[in-house]
């Protein structure tokens, strides 16, 4: 299984510009979740999804959309980034919200 | 909202023990546990949920004071392994958002 995975690695935005940052699992797990970390701020959830066809959004979901088609996918689409916007990106999935969730590598994303 | 995790940096000696608190001001349904290595994935190290069940690693030991609102992360005999950042998430409402402290740096030495 190749778990959680996250394209790209890096990436780097003019300001205005918009992207999608995909994120797969096989692990068939119904709860999916987007994070952002910035130093000193911890993780903070931007938006999350119990299955596919359900979204719902965390602490900081402005700027930010999200879709989930299949179980598998749950991309994040930045609408117009902004320098506020630059940030390490983490998915997650897990079996359950209660259960321990496996991240993603990571995006690094710079928004100039 | 976001938990207050203490210390926020502690420095051990192989062999040490040390204790990471989570602390919120609201009610907690369940706190996750994670530690974090430079440049990597968080990675899952336990759930203490409302009521007393536990999920996580045996090698790992948790408390949740449900009253006081409270959850402490034991790292007894530390290794150089331990090192990282530790995050506690809460689950401040029943449901499926976390919101997560800002991190305990741990850095072990030989």
């Known amino acids: 299984n190749a778990g959680v995975t996250q394209t790209p690695k890096f990436q780097v935005l003019k300001t205005g510009q918009s992207m999608t940052l995909q994120c797969a699992q096989d692990?068939?797990?119904?709860?999916m979740s987007w994070y952002r970390q910035d130093p000193g701020m911890g993780l903070r959830l931007i938006h999350y999804s119990v299955g596919a066809g359900i979204t719902d959004q965390g602490e900081v979901p402005n700027g930010y959309n999200v879709s989930r088609s299949t179980t598998e996918d749950f991309p994040l689409r930045l609408l117009s980034a902004a320098p506020s916007q630059t940030s390490v990106y983490f998915c997650?999935?897990?079996?359950?919200?209660?259960?321990?969730?496996?991240f993603g590598p990571g995006t690094r994303l710079t928004v100039t | 909202q976001q938990p207050v995790q203490s210390p926020q940096a502690v420095i051990l000696r192989e062999g040490e023990d040390a204790v990471i608190n989570c602390s919120s001001s609201?009610?907690?349904?369940?706190v996750h546990w994670y530690r974090q290595k430079h440049g990597e994935a968080p990675v899952f190290l336990m759930i203490?949920?409302?009521?007393?069940e536990q999920k996580g690693h045996e090698k790992i030991s948790a408390s949740f004071n449900e009253k006081k609102q409270q959850s402490s992360l034991y790292l007894t005999a530390s290794q150089l392994s331990y090192s990282g950042t530790y995050f506690c998430g809460t689950e401040l409402g029943y449901g499926n958002k976390l919101v997560f402290g800002a991190g305990t740096i741990l850095r072990v030495k030989s």
């Open positions: 609201k009610a907690l349904y369940s």
């Open positions: 692990m068939n797990h119904e709860y």
């Open positions: 203490l949920l409302k009521g007393g």
């Open positions: 997650a999935s897990s079996s359950g919200f209660r259960g321990e969730q496996y």
